[in-house]
């Protein structure tokens, strides 16, 4: 064949010239640091939802709400697990790219 295919995968587009060996840190940094403030917003969102007292204003319907108030506590504290996991993952990505550029040598003592 005279004529070079590509076959570009509908989810992985990537450059001719670019290397697959070579990692983009900045945008796996980036990435972290969105869902980082994703998880952030989820747990302020449920949190304000479990805050909510509407078991006293309906006492009718007093045992439904504390259940949603709960499951709402739990999904905030979740979320809360979720930032803190992913600040970590942001961290790991920029140590892992100054090492790739040699700027950080972990030591071992």
């Known amino acids: ?8 995968s509908l989810f992985h587009h990537k450059k ?5 060996l070579e990692h983009d840190y900045e ?24 805050l909510k007292h509407e078991a006293k204003k309906d006492p009718e319907h007093a045992h439904k709400h504390k259940i ?4 709402a506590a739990a999904a ?4 809360g697990g979720y930032a803190f996991h992913e600040k970590h993952e942001k ?8 090492e790739a550029h040699g ?6 003592f």
Do not use: F, Q, R, T
């Open 103 to 108: 700027k950080k040598h972990h030591h071992l």
């Open 1 to 8: 064949m005279a004529e070079e295919e590509h076959h570009h």
């Open 76 to 79: 905030a504290v979740g979320s």
């Open 27 to 50: 945008k796996e940094e980036k990435h972290h640091k969105h869902m980082e403030h994703l998880g952030e917003l989820g747990a302020a969102a449920a949190g304000v939802y479990a």
């Open 68 to 71: 949603e108030e709960e499951i």
């Open 91 to 98: 961290k790991e990505s920029k140590e892992e790219d100054e």
């Open 16 to 20: 001719d010239n670019e290397d697959p």
